[in-house]
Nanobody, 126 residues
Framework: QVQPVESGGGSVQAGGSLRLSCTTSTSRYTYSRSCMGWFRQAPGKEREGVAI????????YYADSVKGRFTISQDAAKATVYLQMNSLNPEDTALYYC?????????????????WGQGTQVTVSS
């Protein structure tokens, strides 16, 4: 069973920073071959892939809208993934989800990820 659990959301002013964490209830073996993704969904918008990391090797993907501001990283020993978010702006306001895909290519496509956390709210005020 893989159950991602997010933490670290909150409210900040534009220009501020937040760090999200996602811990998965999975073995290190399983984690070592996983795609770990951060997705977000704003009201009235589709869920979008923000940042993805392939646990074996650390290859990453970022949405154009967050490149240079967000950084995804991992602590494989803890099966935990982080999303450092800097220079936040009101357009980043959304419910942020952590998702896990155990095998296959790491792509930012929500329908390819079978395991999802409950989400953590990020609100950025101007």
């Amino acid at each position: 069973q893989v159950q991602p659990v997010e933490s670290g959301g909150g409210s900040v002013q534009a220009g501020g920073s937040l760090r999200l964490s996602c811990t998965t209830s999975t073995s290190r073996y399983t984690y070592s071959r996983s795609c770990m993704g951060w997705f977000r969904q704003a009201p009235g918008k589709e869920r979008e892939g923000v940042a993805i990391i392939y646990s074996a090797g650390g290859a990453t993907y970022y949405a154009d809208s967050v490149k240079g501001r967000f950084t995804i990283s991992q602590d494989a020993a803890k099966a935990t993934v982080y999303l450092q978010m800097n220079s936040l702006n009101p357009e980043d306001t959304a419910l942020y989800y952590c998702a896990v895909k155990l095998y296959g290519t790491c792509r930012p496509l929500p329908h390819e990820y079978p395991y999802w956390g409950q989400g953590t709210q990020v609100t950025v005020s101007s």
